[in-house]
Nanobody, 114 residues
Framework: QVQLVESGGGLVQPGGSLRLSCLAP????????MAWYRQAPGKQRELVAR???????TYPDYVKGRFTISRDNDKKGVYLQMNNLKPEDTAVYYC????????WGQGTQVTVSS
């Protein structure tokens, strides 16, 4: 099964910005909800942002107002714009298509440190 392909992680100073990208090759894209999750060392994986097929977005309180998820159905892509990053945002970020039993990316490291 072809997995999702993420890019855009890296090292950034507190207060900085990063934009993550995820491409979902293969299957029909526009019918699926897409989401970003993250997992920090020693912690459980947690939802960062979700966008449904109609474009409705959901954010947990800990990223609301700082992160923005978007999708491009023609490119089969989903994006995460992260602003005002904090050290506690440091984690491996994963792209997901279709929920827990759907497809996942390999993860991209985001490190927020001075």
């Amino acid at each position: 099964q072809v997995q999702l392909v993420e890019s855009g992680g890296g090292l950034v100073q507190p207060g900085g910005s990063l934009r993550l990208s995820c491409l979902a090759p293969g299957r029909v894209f526009y019918i699926y909800a897409m989401a970003w999750y993250r997992q920090a060392p020693g912690k459980q994986r947690e939802l960062v942002a979700r966008i449904d097929p109609g474009g409705t977005t959901t954010y947990p309180d800990y990223v609301k107002g700082r992160f923005t998820i978007s999708r491009d159905n023609d490119k089969k892509g989903v994006y995460l714009q992260m602003n005002n990053l904090k050290p506690e945002d440091t984690a491996v970020y994963y792209c997901n298509q279709g929920g827990d039993k759907g497809r996942w990316g390999q993860g991209t490291q985001v490190t927020v440190s001075s």
